[in-house]
């Protein structure tokens, strides 16, 4: 079982850069495939990125180019770089891990943290 804890959101104006993070407790993090997910306002929660235990990665088409999502097994930490960031950005931004496998869809995770508010103005 993991615990995951998300920090760094915060209000950015559009073109800004945050750094999120999703610290996790217990056993063999490096194991865990990781992701991020967000969900705007009277929106569904969609993903954003994942990694997987050997750090290979994929991106929504909407973030590719601008998020980089990186991990530190050593502190078993998951991080998300976002740049030029755009209104449409504004989340709540959950990161989520499983065992099992990876993939685009929420129902493929188990882990989730209590999400970090990222909201970008105009």
């Known amino acids: 079982q993991v615990q995951l804890v998300e920090s760094g959101g915060g209000l950015v104006q559009a073109g800004g850069s945050l750094r999120l993070s999703c610290a996790a407790s217990?056993?063999?993090?490096?194991?865990?495939?990781m992701a991020w997910f967000r969900q705007g306002p009277g929106k569904e929660r969609e993903f954003v990125a994942v990694?997987?235990?050997?750090?290979?990665?994929a991106y929504a088409d909407s973030v590719k180019g601008r998020f980089t999502i990186s991990r530190d097994n050593t502190k078993n930490t998951m991080y998300l770089q976002m740049n030029s960031l755009k209104p449409d950005d504004t989340a709540v931004y959950y990161c989520?891990?499983?065992?099992?496998?990876?993939?685009?869809?929420?129902?493929?995770?188990?882990?989730w943290g209590q999400g970090t508010q990222v909201t970008v103005s105009s």
């Open positions: 989520a891990a499983d065992l099992r496998g990876y993939g685009i869809s929420r129902t493929l995770y188990k882990y």
């Open positions: 217990g056993r063999a993090f490096s194991s865990y495939y």
């Open positions: 990694i997987t235990w050997s750090s290979s990665t």
